[in-house]
T-cell receptor, first 110, second 113 residues
Framework: AQRVTQPEKLLSVFKGAPVELKCNYSYSGSPELFWYVQYSRQRLQLLLRHISRESIKGFTADLNKGETSFHLKKPFAQEEDSAMYYC????????????FGSGTRLLVRP | NAGVTQTPKFQVLKTGQSMTLQCAQD?????MSWYRQDPGMGLRLIHYSVGAGITDQGEVPNGYNVSRSTTEDFPLRLLSAAPSQTSVYFC????????????FGPGTRLTVT
């Protein structure tokens, strides 16, 4: 079964602390993995994708095929990082069909 | 570019009523999708389209119809609204191919009483 699991509903950290948002997936094949973010009163937007291996707003995510994980990390959290984060996957031939996790709300306290 | 637009922003329906949620994009994207967002469940795919005249079902299609007569528009129809359809609905579009970013609309908050 194709599934994305985000085990934490809420993650609360202090400003400057490291952040790791967990994402595990189940997929029979070679998936594409993404992180989407929804800031307060804004629309859902792409944060990063595994295939581009980029760092966006200080966030990185490495695809670990052995552990079927795609955790999102940032060494020093900022207050403006507070948002809802969704991990998502798609098949390589069906990028229009995203499977989302249930989301993790990140709260960065001053 | 306006990107992906959705109307209305908010809607309250009574059980059994029908309505159409509108979605339009001006980026000439081939792919368009409808998702619903429910607390604790993330976003779930309702229907999608890979081009004008082509639609298919997603994960939760029951109670919804779609059509794609033009590249720009992808309306979602609720045939007979039920309280279980109370949700926030998002439309998204993307370019054809793999690993392209999906662009989301602002959402429509629907309440069925």
């Amino acid at each position: 079964a194709q599934r994305v699991t985000q085990p934490e509903k809420l993650l609360s950290v202090f400003k400057g602390a490291p952040v790791e948002l967990k994402c595990n997936y189940s997929y029979s094949g070679s998936p594409e993995l993404f992180w989407y973010v929804q800031y307060s009163r804004q629309r859902l937007q792409l944060l990063l994708r595994h295939i581009s291996r980029e760092s966006i707003k200080g966030f990185t995510a490495d695809l670990n095929k052995g552990e079927t994980s795609f955790h999102l990390k940032k060494p020093f959290a900022q207050e403006e990082d507070s948002a809802m984060y969704y991990c998502a996957l798609s098949g390589r031939d069906s990028s229009y069909k995203l499977i989302f996790g249930s989301g993790t709300r990140l709260l960065v306290r001053p | 570019n306006a990107g992906v637009t959705q109307t209305p922003k908010f809607q309250v329906l009574k059980t059994g009523q029908s309505m159409t949620l509108q979605c339009a994009q001006d980026m000439n994207h081939e792919y368009m999708s409808w998702y619903r967002q429910d607390p604790g469940m993330g976003l779930r795919l309702i229907h999608y389209s890979v081009g004008a005249g082509i639609t298919d079902q997603g994960e939760v299609p029951n109670g919804y119809n779609v059509s794609r007569s033009t590249t720009e528009d992808f309306p979602l129809r609720l045939l007979s609204a039920a309280p279980s359809q109370t949700s926030v609905y998002f439309c998204a579009s993307s370019r054809q191919g793999t690993s392209y970013e999906q662009y989301f609309g602002p959402g429509t908050r629907l309440t069925v009483t």
